[in-house]
T-cell receptor, first 111, second 113 residues
């Protein structure tokens, strides 16, 4: 299970783009990178997943460089409702069953 | 609607009184797991199950039991709850392992007096 490192917190303002970088230096060949969002007292919610290059959906973009040792979650034009904790997880679709969430990145969006 | 359900959502109990928190998913997922979340400690995995009758310990299994007799259900059992098990509990499921999208339940807030 690849260990991940991400910033503890980030502050932003409404309408700005927020980029959160996660380091995963020992990522394995079969590992995928997944980001989750969690609001207080709610379970984490899937945001986006990728293996390499760039992935975009209606909520966010995920940039993964060629060496895959890091990844960046990009939240375009954030609003107050994007204030949450964001977790970066790395693991394979099989053989990885023990899951550890780090502290995540607390993103605070201000008006 | 695809979902993970947990019951009860809130529970206040006393030390030593056995309790069970149920978890059920309707997505035919192979993998299910339980987490507890405490302030400043993030989400910590208690137990997980790769399939029916196959379970294993996560990071903080002490004081908990689980069973997986059916694919859809994965109850969490506290045989003799103690105050240090006061926490917010989440159940999750996915089709495959942890690299697959995890679907989380709404949470169960447990208070042990």
């Amino acid at each position: 299970l690849a260990k991940t490192t991400q910033p503890i917190s980030m502050d932003s303002y409404e309408g700005q783009e927020v980029n959160i970088t996660c380091s995963h230096n020992n990522i394995a060949t079969n590992d995928y990178i997944t980001w989750y969002q969690q609001f207080p007292s709610q379970g984490p919610r899937f945001i986006i997943q990728g293996y390499k290059t760039k992935v975009t959906n209606e909520v966010a973009s995920l940039f993964i460089p060629a060496d895959r040792k890091s990844s960046t979650l990009s939240l375009p034009r954030v609003s107050l409702s994007d204030t949450a904790v964001y977790y970066c997880l790395v693991g394979s679709l099989s053989n990885d069953y023990k899951l550890s969430f780090g502290a995540g990145t607390t993103v605070t969006v201000r008006a | 609607e695809a979902q993970v359900t947990q019951n009860p959502r809130y529970l206040i109990t006393v030390t030593g009184k056995k309790l069970t928190v149920t978890c059920s998913q309707n997505m035919n997922h192979e993998y299910m797991s339980w987490y507890r979340q405490d302030p400043g400690l993030g989400l910590r995995q208690i137990y997980y199950s790769m399939n029916v009758e196959v379970t294993d310990k996560g990071d903080v299994p002490e004081g908990y039991k689980v069973s997986r007799k059916e694919k859809r259900n994965f109850p969490l059992i506290l045989e003799s709850p103690s105050p240090n098990q006061t926490s917010l509990y989440f159940c999750a499921s996915s089709l495959l392992g942890i690299g697959d999208t995890q679907y989380f339940g709404p949470g169960t807030r447990l208070t042990v007096l």
